[in-house]
């Protein structure tokens, strides 16, 4: 699943490049998700292969005040007949950092994935593999007798396995500092086996905790007032987490393939329970668990402090 190697991997989601060691050339780390869809830049950049919805999220990211949330995007640019999109390389001014991918919200696919797979449904041979992996006995008899499964059905799984369901996020995979990888988080559901893994990550590091913490609360508030985030479903997105040694903390979102505009006028609040037709993703629910059980990795009275967020103009 890891491979330090230079070479392409198969990636479709953003995932850290680790300078091993730093001041050289940068290498490329896979840490979840496909592979093949990201190239080293020059000068800090990192490459993503080309997909139009996401250059547009970007695009409008880039005027809106969540600008400093995500990797900083510089365009497109090709490769061997490739476009890409360029975007900041988000560890270029870490040591050695870890790095965590926690998918946000309550849904994994969009509504209208769903009703592609209601109109044309194209039962798949790996996703059925993947989940029979996981779990011989969760295909019906109908699907085992296919040997395929939809998407959506296989994203939904994959959902109630997970904390997807139960807390609006889910952890899908770290590496530390150390190389250790963990990406073993498919049953990972509930919050104390969340708490676990968010502990493992930040190996009992308060002061990553409190660093962590203190950019998701900003981070929330932040959504709260964006346009960007009021007008668009956000699925499929993820928080990327980076530390180092030095107790450097920074968290960004990365991965918009999966997020679509809103029709005019329509609005997502982000918090109430997701219904076909409302296209509510649970984003901010997510994060408000998510902050909740990192907090709670620190003592009672010093977790509750940290989560009370100062007013927002005071941040900027
Ligand atoms: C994959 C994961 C990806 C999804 C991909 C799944 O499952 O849910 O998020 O890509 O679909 O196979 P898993 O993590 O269990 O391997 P999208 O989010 O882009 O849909 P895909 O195979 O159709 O790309």
Same mark, same amino acid.
């Given at each position: ?72 995007? &510089? ?17 270029? &001014? ?49 699907? &085992? ?124 609040? &982000? ?46």
């Amino acid at each position: 699943m890891f491979d330090e190697s230079s070479t392409w991997k198969k990636a479709k989601r953003t995932s850290p490049l680790l300078p091993m060691p730093p001041k050289t050339p940068q290498q490329w780390l896979q840490v979840v998700g496909h592979a093949g869809s990201f190239h080293v830049g020059e000068n800090g950049m990192l490459l993503k292969r080309f997909c139009e919805g996401e250059q547009q999220c970007y695009q409008k990211l880039m005027e809106d005040i969540l600008r400093p949330y995500v990797p900083a995007y &510089h365009g497109v640019v090709q490769r061997d007949d490739q476009d890409y999109n360029m975007m900041d390389n988000l560890l270029t &001014h870490f040591n050695t950092p870890a790095i965590m991918d926690c998918k946000m919200g309550s849904r994994t696919y969009l509504e209208a994935e769903l009703l592609t797979a209601q109109e044309r449904p194209q039962p798949r041979k790996d996703m059925y593999e993947k989940m029979v992996a996981v779990d011989p006995e969760a295909p019906t008899a109908e699907e &085992h007798g296919q040997q395929a499964v939809l998407k959506t059905r296989y994203m939904q799984w994959r959902e109630t396995l997970s904390s997807t369901t139960t807390l609006g996020f889910r952890v899908e995979g770290f590496r530390k500092a150390n190389g250790e990888c963990q990406t073993n988080f498919k049953r990972t559901k509930s919050r104390e086996q969340v708490t676990g893994a968010l502990q493992d990550f930040v190996e009992s590091n308060a002061q990553i905790v409190r660093g962590y913490l203190r950019r998701l609360v900003q981070l929330r508030q932040v959504l709260e007032a964006s346009d960007f985030f009021r007008t668009h479903e956000v699925v499929g997105s993820s928080l990327l987490f980076v530390h180092d040694g030095t107790g450097k903390t920074g968290v960004w979102m990365i991965d918009f393939g999966k997020t679509a505009t809103l029709p005019a006028r329509r609005t997502l609040d &982000h918090r109430t329970p997701w219904v076909e037709g409302n296209r509510e993703d649970g984003y901010l629910w997510g994060l408000d668990n998510l902050i909740h059980t990192l907090a709670n990795l620190l003592p009672l009275n010093e977790g509750g402090s940290l989560i009370t967020p100062p007013p927002l103009a005071a941040q900027q």
